[in-house]
C-alpha cells in the first residue's frame, strides 16, 4: 500500500520561506518519478514541479521557476519542495504525488499540507 505523508505546511508572510516534505512508504520510491501540485480555493489542482528517478531532470511550473526547488533523497524515501520569496498567490493546499512507473502523472496522492502566505 502506496503512502505518501506530507509536512511542513504553515502560514507565513509574504517573501519568507517553508519547505515541504514528503515522506513515501510501501513503493519503490527509487524507482519512478516524483512531484508536487497545489490547489488554490476555487482553482484546479496544477503541477508545480516534477523530478525524475535520480534527480538528473527536474521541471518547474513557470510561476514558481526561480523560487521554488524540487529535490529527493532516495536514501530517506523523501521528497522536498524548498519555497523562497513566497507570495500570497502560493497560498494553497500541496500535495506531493508519486508516479506509477512507466505512467504519466498524476499517480499516488499524499493528504495534502497548507500552504498560507500573508500579504
Known amino acids: 500500500q502506496v503512502q505518501l505523508v506530507e509536512s511542513g505546511g504553515g502560514l507565513v508572510q509574504a517573501g519568507q520561506s517553508l519547505r515541504l516534505s514528503c515522506f513515501a512508504g510501501?513503493?519503490?520510491?527509487?524507482?519512478?518519478?516524483m512531484g508536487w501540485y497545489r490547489q488554490a480555493p476555487g482553482n484546479e489542482r496544477e503541477l508545480v514541479a516534477t523530478?525524475?528517478?535520480?534527480?538528473?531532470?527536474?521541471t518547474y511550473a513557470e510561476s514558481v521557476k526561480g523560487r521554488f526547488t524540487i529535490s529527493r533523497d532516495n536514501a530517506k524515501n523523501s521528497l522536498y519542495l524548498q519555497m523562497d520569496s513566497l507570495k500570497v498567490e502560493d497560498t494553497a493546499v500541496y500535495y506531493c504525488?508519486?508516479?506509477?512507473?512507466?505512467?504519466?502523472?498524476?499517480?499516488?496522492w499524499g493528504q495534502g499540507t497548507q500552504v498560507t502566505v500573508s500579504s
Open positions: 523530478i525524475s528517478m535520480r534527480g538528473g531532470t527536474i
Open positions: 510501501g513503493v519503490g520510491f527509487s524507482h519512478t518519478r
Open positions: 504525488n508519486i508516479a506509477i512507473p512507466g505512467r504519466p502523472f498524476p499517480g499516488y
